[in-house]
C-alpha cells in the first residue's frame, strides 16, 4: 500500500535510540524525507546516512528539547531546509527510572518531566501551529503500557506518558478542523532481538522480560517495525478520518483473560 507520504517532510525526536531510528527508517522506506533529531549528533547521522545509503532521503539535526532556544532555531533551520514539517513523531524520553516512591531522585523526576514531556511540548508547539496554517499534518505520540496501567518502580516514566495522552487527545482536538489529526501509541516492551526467542530462552537472558512474555497471550515480545509500521499508517493520506485515539501494540497484554 502507498501511504502517500512523497514529498512530506517526517521529523522523529530521538530519532538516534533504538525505536526511533526504526521509525526513520521506515517513513523513509515509505517515500518521506526524514528528518533524524537528536542530542546525539553522530548517532542521528549514523542512521541518516544508513537511510540515504539505502536510497532514501534524510538528515541529521543535533538538537536539545528542554532547551527552547535551541528547539526554535533548530525548527527554523528544518524550515528553510525542507518547507515545513508534514509528520512529527514525539518519540524522545528517557526511560530509565526504577525506584519505588519512598527511594525515588528527585533529579531523576525533574529531568523525565523535563525531557518527556516539556520536551515534546518545546517542539510540538514550533512545529504544530504551522500544520493547521497550511492545512494538512500528522502528529504521533509515544505513550507507553506504563502510561496507560502505570509502571512499577516508574514514577515519573509512568506519570510523562499518561500525559502524552492528553496531550495527544488536545492536539486531535486543536487540529481536527485543519486537516492535522493527532494520535498515541502505547506499546509493551519491544525488543525485536528478543522477539522470536521463546520463553524459555527469554528466563535463561532475562527474567523480566521473560515475565512480560508470559503474561502476553501472544506469547512474545513485540519488535521495533510492530511500533514504526503502525506510526506509518497513521501518517498516511490513508489515515485522515484517524485521530485522537490511543492504539495499542501490545501483543494482547492489555485484554482481560483468565
Known amino acids: 500500500m502507498d501511504f502517500g507520504l512523497d514529498g512530506k517532510t517526517a521529523l522523529v525526536t530521538g530519532g538516534a535510540g533504538r525505536i526511533g531510528s526504526v521509525d526513520c527508517e521506515i517513513l523513509a522506506q515509505e517515500g518521506a524525507e526524514v528528518v533524524v533529531l537528536d542530542v546525539d549528533e553522530d548517532s542521528a547521522e549514523n542512521v541518516a546516512e544508513g537511510i540515504r ?6 538528515f541529521a539535526v543535533k538538537c536539545d528539547l528542554t532547551d527552547r532556544e535551541d528547539v526554535e532555531d533548530t525548527v527554523a533551520d528544518v524550515r528553510d531546509e525542507t518547507g515545513g514539517v508534514d509528520v512529527l513523531v514525539n518519540n524522545a524520553a528517557m526511560v530509565d527510572a526504577r ?18 514531556l516539556t520536551g515534546t511540548y518545546n517542539i510540538t508547539r514550533e512545529i504544530f501551529p504551522e500544520m493547521c496554517e497550511r492545512g494538512w499534518g500528522r ?3 509515544m505513550s507507553s503500557m506504563a ?17 502524552m495522552v492528553g496531550f495527544g487527545k488536545t492536539l486531535a482536538l486543536e487540529g481536527a478542523q485543519h486537516g492535522v489529526t493527532s494520535n498515541i501509541i502505547a506499546p509493551n516492551i519491544v ?8 520463553i524459555e530462552q527469554l528466563e535463561q537472558m532475562d527474567e523480566y522480560f521473560a515475565r512480560i512474555a508470559k503474561a502476553t497471550p501472544m506469547r512474545k515480545l513485540g519488535t521495533e517495525e510492530d511500533v514504526a509500521n503502525l506510526i506509518a499508517y497513521l501518517s498516511s493520506e490513508q489515515a485522515n478520518y484517524v485521530t485522537g485515539q490511543v492504539v495499542g501494540v501490545t501483543g494482547g497484554i492489555d485484554l482481560f483473560s483468565f
Open 191 to 198: 525488543v525485536g532481538a528478543l522477539a522470536d526467542m521463546d
Open 99 to 116: 525506584d519505588q516512591m519512598k527511594d525515588f531522585d528527585d533529579e531523576i523526576w525533574d529531568r523525565d518531566i523535563e525531557v518527556n
Open 139 to 141: 502528529v504521533v505520540n
Open 53 to 58: 545509503d539505502d536510497g532514501g532521503e534524510a
Open 147 to 163: 502510561g496507560t496501567h502505570g509502571g512499577f518502580g516508574q514514577a515519573s516514566y509512568s506519570s510523562t506518558k499518561a500525559a
